[in-house]
């Protein structure tokens, strides 16, 4: 494994890529249809939660360093039930990455090319995903390194629009109560989704156990207070009564603005975000393909990287309606929270009450 091994900065960059992607786009709007103006407060809370969860996770995948979620789960609950969760487990990375495809058609769909079949635009990031899982993890961190500096130019457009914004508008905090705060930080969670590949790419990644903790919860960090510079300018640009009536408010926010070389901003900003969409995707397509790798005990992930992607392609094409996608949306949204936020957190309870963990790594 040590040929795959990745780097502390290698894992900061992958986890930034893995939890930017789709939701940016339509965040703002989510979060003002449940919380309103405190939608930013929602996020926030979202943010913190993960942090637990990123503890959760990087404590279960110390106790077993060299294993991943795949190989962790029959070790702490027997072969039988083990195997029952390795194959939900797989489900829900394989059916993440199916939501984010089905996101990206309807964006592209859109916004980008009108004519073209949906099954085209959904194929393209399917084989391209595909693609890139038959390299190793070193390989596809080393590729998430290099385009990370793209999102210097999705902030620098949105920075734009503090040109024309009314700080008025994100007042009065707390009007809707914190009830409604909670219930929208759940939206919130599955926009920042990308932290929970780490239980497979933190038994590739070489160092102290107490720095990766840090470089997962500094890069967590880094996209919430991008989700929030996002989310805030947003509802600065709009008023209440605007936001409402625009399920992509930052595109519908750029594209108010152009400059003598570039007439349709909010294209040259979709350029760029496609980027980031088939980072999140290419990282839970490879998460998936190991767990396919080990239910059925393949040689190597690469061997299932076709089947995964062809599952991936045929049910992201079912949903053709901007409903059915939102309640697909609404049913990964709960499964993540528990699978992704929740399941950890037991799961490290479990290794410690049965005092599982992987032979050579001290006690707690």
């Known amino acids: 494994m040590s040929s795959h091994s990745i780097t502390h900065r290698q894992l900061f960059f992958l986890i930034i890529q893995s939890q930017i992607g789709v939701g940016v786009l339509s965040l703002p709007y989510s979060l003002f249809s449940k919380a309103k103006i405190d939608g930013w407060i929602a996020l926030l809370l979202a ?27 029959p070790k702490i609950m027997g072969k039988h039930l083990g195997f029952v969760f ?15 495809l089905a996101l990206y058609n309807n964006v592209v769909g859109k916004w980008i090319l009108f004519d073209t079949p949906h099954w085209v635009i959904i194929f393209i990031m399917a084989f391209t995903g595909a693609y890139f899982i038959t390299s190793t993890p070193r390989e596809i961190a080393r590729f998430f390194t290099i385009v990370t500096p793209l999102l210097l130019i999705l902030l620098g457009l949105i920075l734009y629009a503090y040109t ?24 919130a969670m599955v926009s920042l989704l ?8 933190l038994a590739y990644t070489a160092g102290a156990p107490n720095k990766k903790l840090k470089v997962i919860s500094f890069a ?18 709009f008023n209440p009564m605007e936001i409402v009536i625009v399920p992509e408010p930052v595109l519908y926010m750029l594209k108010a603005f152009s400059f003598t070389v570039i007439e349709r901003t909010d294209l040259v900003f979709l350029s760029v975000w496609i ?8 990282s839970y397509l490879f998460v998936a393909s190991k767990g396919v790798q080990t239910l059925f005990k393949l040689k190597k992930h690469e061997s299932a990287a076709p089947f995964i992607a062809l599952f991936c392609f045929l049910i992201a094409i079912i949903p053709n309606e901007k409903l059915e996608i939102l309640k697909w949306n609404k049913y990964i949204s709960m499964t993540s929270l528990l699978f992704s936020g929740i399941a950890p957190i037991f799961l490290l309870l479990i290794a410690v009450i049965r005092k599982k963990r992987e032979k050579g790594t001290a006690s707690s």
Not at 48 to 67: E, G, N, T, V
Not at 172 to 179: E, K, N, R, T
Not at 194 to 201: E, P
Not at 220 to 237: G, Q
């Open 47 to 73: 943010g913190i939660f993960i942090q637990f969860s990123i503890l959760a996770i990087w404590k279960l995948c110390d106790r077993f360093p060299r294993s991943t979620i795949f190989d962790i789960l």
């Open 86 to 100: 390795n194959f939900i487990y797989t489900l829900h990375f394989a059916f993440i990455s199916i939501l984010i």
């Open 164 to 187: 024309d914004v009314h700080l008025l508008y994100i007042f009065p905090v707390g009007d809707v109560g914190l009830s409604s705060i909670i219930k929208s930080s759940s939206d």
């Open 194 to 201: 990308g932290f929970d590949v780490a239980l497979v790419f």
């Open 220 to 237: 967590s960090l880094c996209v919430t207070l991008i989700y929030l510079f996002i989310v805030v300018t947003t509802f600065m640009f």
């Open 275 to 282: 980027i980031s969409v088939a980072t999140s995707f290419i």
